[in-house]
Structure formats: structure tokens, C-alpha cells
């Protein structure tokens, strides 16, 4: 399909949500993607995303405020707040932004929510190219559970196709090369995936002809829709929000097995956001670095890596310090991040978890994670990783040599931390 000739390699960037919530301004992600450009964009970073409520004059943090008046052109569609978004002013949108975005060498994405604004239905505002307006194609007992900006579209209606077709036209015109959509891979309120609007949005990125990748929020999408999921986008969340907590870190290797075997080219289930660095600037959580230690931010990068998901910075990076900029800068990791195929779980016992994937010129990968409390050893042998022979091995984050080794890996790892090794065959 199509689609999948866009993301062949898992999306790597900055979304606003872990740090700003819905109140990100234009000079901050102005501010961020000028750190990209300058500090990241050599290692493929490269698409700088403006997350939810930017059509929010009033925003405050990531707590919404409920049924407030939204920023709307004269066709049902949101448009950003120029409060917010100067250079959006005289109905120009994101394109000014997005301009400046990709004069950096960089690739601009939003977030929307699924459906059509409520102040849309209850204004009866118009359909761009039709004789329909928003109240004739709203479901209007279909909804979001934690926001109230907008009703979902009812597929089967007459205009709904082309609502969906005139917002993308305009994300278009503007620039937009990556579209993450919320409420919509697991409602979790009403229903379950809303699997006739992902279709009318994938007609409607086809229509258009600009290669937006489009990512699907909130999960867990349910792994019976895979195939439908695989078929009509380019990413799709495996969990709800993620956050710097170790819990839902350990729940993430459960996660990744259940997705087991499906990361593809043009097709990349998604562990959602690294909080690193700094976050919750103006968010209702602390405005703080993160909560992760040194060694759990080395499982998560270890764990996202071997398994392919996108990698989306939700730090504010001009606070970055050198800690958090080397784990976003680490050649032989994002090499396998790029490269490696056949991700999957060896061996899990305890609190010991071995991953292994392969290289396109026949290197093996391992990462050994200790979940546990204390310092462990954690081994697996040479045969578990399709190995029949010794190995020279790099360790990837030290990046130490560390010689040829035969028949079994292993590595004193720190309570919830990782190791990541290349071995190649000489």
C-alpha cells in the first residue's frame, strides 16, 4: 500500500505533550526545533510535533478546560490560536511554522483529535464542498472520554468523507508531514477503535497525495485489529499515556511481546513518548527532570531500540543536559534502531529478560535487562541468539570493546537497568 512507503525506518522527533500539555507556544517549538536542527538532526531526528489544543486559546496545562469556544474557520475546522501561534494570523494556519520547521532540514506534525468540533454541530457551521454542515454527520453519542472539544463522524454519512478530505487539504496546504490523531485507536469510553473514521482518514491522506505519516492515539490498540491497523496507518500506540514511572516501564516488555514480530517498514507499533530530560514544564504534573533513573532511562532507550519504536523525545531539549543528550546520540544504538530486524524475546525468568535482533550484515543484537531490585548477572548462550561460534562484542552504550567471546553472554547489570551488545561473527 501506498503508506507503506512512508516511515521506513521507526519516526524519530520532539512532540510538546511531556512538557507543555496543551499550552505549547510558537517560539518554543520554534526553540526546540532549533536544538534538532542543531544538535540532533545528524542521528535522523528530524520531525518536530505540535501536540493537542493548539486551536485552545486559553490553555493552561494538559488538564483541558471543558466545552470552551475553539479557534474555527468558516468550514468546521479547527485552526490554531493566534494567541498563541502569531504567525498563523490572517488565516495563514501552521503553514508560516511549518515553513520554518522544514527551512531546518526537519518535518513538521500535529496532533487532532478524532471527529468535528462540537461548536461546529451546535453552530451548524458548513462542510467545505458540499450542501451538508456539521450537525448532519456528527455522532453525537460518540465522544471522547476526557475531552470535550469534539463529537465523532458518523462514516456512513453523506459528507463525511468529505470533511475529513477538506481537513487534510489544509494540513496540506500548511505543510504537514506527520498527523498524530487521539481518540481513536482505543477509545476506552465508547467503544474501542474507531475503525471507520481510520479509514475515512487514511482515504483522505491518500486523496490529498502528500505523504503525511499518520500515528494512531490513545492504546492499547487491540492486537485482533493488527492487520486493519497495519493496512490503514503508519504507527499506533500499544499503551496509554507513558510516563517516568518504573511500573509502567516493567508493563512495557509485556507489551512489546504481545506486538512481537509486527514492527515493519512503513508499520511501527509504538511504545509512545521517552519522558527524558525535562518535563511537566506547564503540565498539572511537576515541572521536574524525570523520574527515571540513569538506569532505567538506559532500559527504556535499550527496550524501544531493540524493538523498534518510534522514538519521540517529550522533553523540553534546550534543558537537556550531556546525559540525556548522549542517550539521543549514540550512533551504534540508533544504527540497530534503524537497521536491525527479527526483534524478539529470548528468554524471560524473574526478573532477568534477554531481547535479541539482527543486523543487515549478519551482526546479532542482545539486550539484557534486570527488572529486579539488586544488582543480578544476567546471561544468555550464544546458541539462543543464532550463534554457533565465537563472537567479537561491543558493548553499545559503553562502548566498549569487549573481545571474543564464545558460547555464553553475560553482564552484572544494576537494579531495573540494561546492557546492549553487537556481536559479529569475524
Known amino acids: 500500500m501506498k503508506h507503506h512507503t512512508f516511515a521506513q525506518t521507526p519516526p524519530m522527533g520532539w512532540n510538546s505533550w511531556d512538557c507543555y500539555g496543551a499550552t505549547v507556544r510558537e517560539e518554543e517549538v520554534r526553540g526546540n526545533a532549533d536544538y ?6 545528524a542521528y535522523g531526528w ?3 510535533v505540535v501536540d493537542i489544543q493548539w486551536y485552545e486559546p486559553g490553555a493552561v496545562s494538559d488538564l483541558y478546560r471543558p466545552f470552551v469556544r475553539l479557534e474555527m474557520d468558516n468550514y468546521s475546522r479547527l485552526i490554531p490560536a493566534v494567541n498563541r501561534f502569531p504567525s498563523s494570523e490572517g488565516g495563514q494556519g501552521f503553514k508560516p511554522l511549518s515553513d ?3 527551512s531546518l532540514g526537519l518535518k513538521f506534525g500535529i496532533h487532532i483529535m478524532r471527529g468535528i468540533p462540537r461548536q461546529a454541530v451546535h453552530d451548524n457551521t458548513p462542510i467545505k464542498g458540499t450542501n451538508v454542515t456539521a450537525r448532519d454527520i456528527a455522532h453525537t453519542c460518540s465522544f471522547c472520554g476526557w475531552n470535550t472539544d469534539m463529537y465523532g463522524v458518523d462514516a456512513s454519512k453523506e459528507g463525511a468523507q468529505e470533511y475529513y478530505n477538506s481537513l487534510f487539504e489544509m494540513y496540506a496546504e500548511w505543510g504537514v508531514d506527520y498527523i498524530k490523531v487521539d481518540d481513536i485507536a482505543d477509545s476506552w469510553l465508547h467503544g474501542g477503535a474507531h475503525l471507520g473514521e481510520i479509514e475515512l482518514i487514511r482515504k483522505a491522506i491518500d486523496h490529498v497525495g502528500r505523504p503525511m505519516v499518520l500515528s494512531l492515539s490513545p492504546g492499547p490498540a487491540p492486537v485482533k485489529h493488527a492487520d486493519f491497523l497495519e493496512d490503514n496507518a503508519n504507527l499506533w500506540r500499544m499503551t496509554d499515556d507513558f510516563w517516568d514511572r518504573w ?3 516493567l508493563d512495557m516488555f509485556d507489551r512489546c511481546k504481545t506486538w512481537e514480530g509486527r514492527p515493519k517498514p512503513g508499520n511501527w507499533p509504538d511504545c509512545d513518548m521517552l519522558p527524558l530530560g525535562r518535563i511537566g514544564v506547564r503540565c498539572s504534573h511537576p515541572d521536574r527532570m524525570t523520574n527515571f533513573t540513569r538506569d532505567e532511562q538506559l532500559t527504556m532507550m535499550t527496550l524501544w531500540s531493540i524493538f523498534r519504536s518510534p522514538l519521540m523525545m517529550g522533553g523540553e531539549m534546550r534543558d537537556n543536559d550531556e546525559w540525556t543528550l ?4 549514540n550512533k551504534d544504538v540508533l544504527h540497530l534502531h534503524r537497521n536491525s530486524f527479527g526483534a524478539h ?4 525468568a524473574g526478573d532477568h529478560v534477554v531481547w535479541a535482533a539482527e543486523g543487515s550484515d549478519g551482526e546479532r543484537y542482545a539486550a539484557l535487562f534486570n527488572t529486579g531490585e539488586e544488582t543480578a548477572e544476567v546471561s544468555v548462550a550464544f546458541s539462543d541468539l543464532g550463534l554457533n561460534e565465537a563472537a567479537s562484542v561491543k558493548n553499545l552504550w559503553s562502548g566498549e570493546n569487549i573481545g571474543i567471546v564464545s558460547d555464553t553472554l553475560s553482564a552484572n547489570i544494576p537494579a531495573h537497568g540494561a546492557a546492549l551488545y553487537r556481536l559479529t561473527r569475524d
Not at 534538532?36 to 538532526?41: G, I, Q
Not at 548522549?326 to 546520540?329: A, E, V
Not at 524475546?345 to 524471560?348: G, N
Open 345 to 348: 524475546q529470548v528468554m524471560r
Open 46 to 48: 528530524e520531525y518536530v
Open 100 to 102: 520554518y520547521v522544514h
Open 247 to 249: 511500573p509502567l516501564l
Open 36 to 41: 534538532m536542527a542543531d544538535n540532533l538532526k
Open 326 to 329: 548522549s542517550l539521543l546520540t
